[in-house]
């Protein structure tokens, strides 16, 4: 909508929150949630759509926070996970190249995308890990593992087992509201909370930060206090 740039662009100032990415942005009322902010969010775009696109987004918006969701496309048309890393390196890159955090939420566990799980999930550890390794402007939201420890329930997507429900959405929203407050910074967020350094399929919902199951030491991390013990 380049006619409303001029109008668009004094919003976001007021909030910050540009949305970008896929289907699960463009469905996404962040307007009602996140008031103010803008959502250029593109049924089947790609980490590489994003990248493209990021610097007339950043040109006409100069967001001080970006929520980006990529990756699910890129691997379903075939790409790579460490292609798609580099695409959704790229995107970040770029949107953040005007000095504004980038939060990315994770892939989600669909029922109808089971074949492509395995991928999500190596992808989700390669986006975490690239979160830990910055400087705190990179964020990363553990969506498959937060619906996981629900026991993803079909309520939290559509009837096509793809797209999310309002109930999905609702723990979107709720996630991304703990990130955006953070004051103090988190690398890597998991149901609400900083997440522990170990491996999300090491660990179970119990408090303490969360415990790492498996572990002979006894211990987990998270990425604002480590080594607390379980």
Known sequence: PTARRGTMATIVALSG?????DSDIEGWATA?????SVNVGVGGATCANVAKKAEGHISAYAPSTVVLVCGENDLAYGASVAKTM???????DRLSSGGARVIVIGTKPEPSTK?????YRNYDEKVRALARGGDGSFTFIDSYSGFEELGNPNSLYKNDKLHLSEEGYALWTAWTKAALN????????????????????????????RKCAGKKAGKCTSDKKAGKKC
């Open 17 to 21: 929150i540009l949305f970008a990415g």
């Open 32 to 36: 009602a949630e996140f008031p103010k």
């Open 86 to 92: 580099k695409r959704l390196t790229k995107a970040v």
């Open 115 to 119: 074949s492509l799980h395995k991928k």
């Open 182 to 209: 953070d004051e103090p910074g988190c690398a890597s967020w998991l149901s609400g909370e900083c997440a522990p350094t170990c491996a999300p399929d090491k660990w179970s919902a119990k408090k303490c930060g």
